[in-house]
Every structure is written in C-alpha cells, then in structure tokens.
C-alpha cells in the first residue's frame, strides 16, 4: 500500500512539473491564442488573425452582374451563392433573364436568389407575377415550361394552382412535365392535379407526377399509381412499383403481385419481389416463393428470396 502510494505522489509531480514546463514554454516562445470571439473594425475584428485568402468573400453587386450576364453556370453559381444576402435591385433585372437559360443549374439557382430578395420580386408586376403570366399565357412552350420549374423554386402558394392548371391543361408535354415536377418542389399535389397527372398521356409527366407524389407529405391518389403498373411503358411500371413501396401502399399488394408475376420486363418483376418483401404481408408468400425458383430472370429470384427472408 505504501509503494502505491509513492508511486501515484510520484506520477502526480511529475505531470504537475510537465504542465507548468509546458506553459512556461508557451509564454516564453509562442504567441497567446487567437480569441475565441474576436472583436474591432473590419475583417480582423470578425475572423482575427485568420488569412483573407481562407475567409469567405462576399459577392459586390456588379460581381453579381458580370457573372449572371456571362452565362458561366460554375462563375454564376458561386458568385449568387456569395451574394445570397446582397440586396442589389439593380441586379434582378439581370439575374431574372436566367430562369429562362437553357442550363438547368443556371435556371436553379437564378430562382434560388431571386426568392431571397426583400424588394423587387414579390410586388406587383415584379418578377415573381411575370413568371406567373409566362406560364399562363406565353406562347412558347419552353418558357412556359421553365416558368413552372421556377415557380416550384420559389416555395410561394400563387404557384400550387398555376402549376396544377398547367399539368392538367397545358397542350405541350414538356410543360406539363414541369408543373408535375414542381409541385413536387411546392409539397403540394395540386388539388388532386397530380393524381390525374399520372392519367397523361406522355411516359414522362407520368415519371413527373410519380416522382412528386412520392416526395410530397401527403398523397391521396395511391389507386392512380397503384394502375401505372399495367402501363404500357415498362419505366412507367417500375417506377410505380417503387413509389408504392416509398409509401408503403400495403393496399396495393395485389397489384404489385401481379406485376411480380406476370410483367414481361424483369426489371419490373425485381422490383416488385423487393416491394412485396417490404410490405411484410404474409399474403405474398406463395408469389415470392414461385419467383425465388422459377422466374427466369436470377435477379429476380435473388430479390425473391432475400423478400421471403423479410416476410
């Protein structure tokens, strides 16, 4: 017991005589610590003695100019992120023209810094309710078709009811593709617009509306994607047994048996071995077993079996 003791006093003053060692040699040889909260004028007084070269810049409004007008997506992207918080009138009326660039990205975050203005987007006969006449009445389906894409991105109600008269009405696919899409982005289904989206006539306002419906909080039309799995259009199929799976639409196991069974695309029939596994309805045993050893397909019997290691 005594040697414990000697030797735990010992080991004691020995990191006792290293601390104060070690703080002798910091304030002899080194600088004091940056504070942890620095204060003062200008740059050093927010970021201390930190380099200018690693703080972040803030984008000036003729930055903000230069870029939107050189087209550059990588300049025009970094350049309004930096601006985000710089409110420059004069620069909406430069940045406004890219929700109709033939870039996507440019298109995106156009919106995505048009949306933080506090003046000069929302008002009347601003850049917002122009966006909203484009899609009602531009006679050029691919500016209609942007507009609704920008309308999703601006997370405003006015939108939800543009863009599900445009999926519902609009005589150009590629618009109703895009109000599909948007109302995806505006968390909303339109009133019901969505469900009859998934009755288009195009594969891909279908796709639209299905992707939306799954991202959405609150989806009533599962008997409408629950149909999409006889379509004709095998992507239309599989995607619709995914987003029955997404939402866990167990009343849909009958169909999504079905397809597993007879859907002549296998990329269909996998899908719906895994979905059925992830309803966990014991109903769809006797399917997942017939598919685990007689599908054709060894992918599809895989999924099979791993579905009835679910069940």
């Not at 910091?26 to 600088?31: C, H």
């Not at 992207?77 to 309004?80: K, S, V």
């Not at 620069?91 to 940045?95: F, H, P, T």
């Given at each position: 017991m005594r040697r414990n003791s000697a030797f735990q006093f010992a080991v004691g003053c020995f990191l006792a005589a290293s601390t104060f060692a070690?703080?002798?040699?910091?304030?002899?040889?080194?600088?004091?610590?940056?504070?942890?909260?620095?204060?003062?004028?200008g740059f050093a007084g927010v970021y201390g003695t930190m380099p200018a070269s690693q703080a972040e810049f803030i984008s000036t409004p003729d930055a903000i100019k230069s870029a939107a007008l050189s087209g550059a997506p990588t300049l025009i992207?970094?350049?309004?992120e930096h601006g985000e918080k710089v409110e420059c009138l004069d620069?909406?009326?430069?940045?406004a023209p890219l929700l109709y660039d033939s870039n996507a990205k440019n298109r995106e975050i156009a919106a995505w810094w048009l949306r933080r203005r506090v003046f000069g987007v929302f008002g009347q006969g601003e850049v917002y309710q122009q966006t909203l006449q484009t899609l009602q009445t531009s006679s050029n389906p691919v500016n209609r078709a942007y507009a609704a894409y920008a309308l999703g991105e601006f997370f405003l109600a006015p939108?939800?009811?543009?863009?599900?008269?445009?999926?519902?009405?609009?005589?150009?696919?590629?618009v109703r593709t895009a109000a599909a899409s948007a109302l995806g982005r505006l968390n909303d289904d339109g009133a019901g617009a969505l469900a009859k989206g998934l009755s288009d006539t195009d594969s891909g306002v279908k796709l639209a509306a299905l992707a939306s419906a799954a991202r959405i909080n609150a989806f009533s039309g599962l008997s409408s994607v629950a149909a999409l799995t006889t379509d004709s259009s095998g992507d239309v199929r599989r995607r619709a047994v995914e987003v029955l799976e997404t939402l866990h639409a167990t009343d849909a196991v009958a169909a999504?048996?079905?397809?597993?069974?007879?859907?002549?695309?296998?990329?269909?029939?996998?899908?719906?071995?895994?979905?059925?596994?992830?309803f966990g309805d014991t109903s769809a045993i006797p399917v997942l077993t017939k598919l685990s050893t007689s599908d054709s397909n060894g992918f599809v019997r895989d999924l099979a079996q791993i579905a009835l290691l679910e069940l």
């Open positions: 070690s703080t002798d040699a910091m304030s002899a040889g080194t600088a004091a610590p940056r504070q942890v909260t620095p204060n003062g004028p992207w970094e350049t309004l620069c909406i009326s430069v940045v939108g939800i009811a543009a863009c599900a008269t445009a999926l519902q009405g609009d005589g150009d696919a590629r999504v048996s079905a397809a597993a069974q007879s859907d002549t695309d296998p990329r269909v029939r996998a899908e719906a071995a895994h979905a059925l596994g992830t």
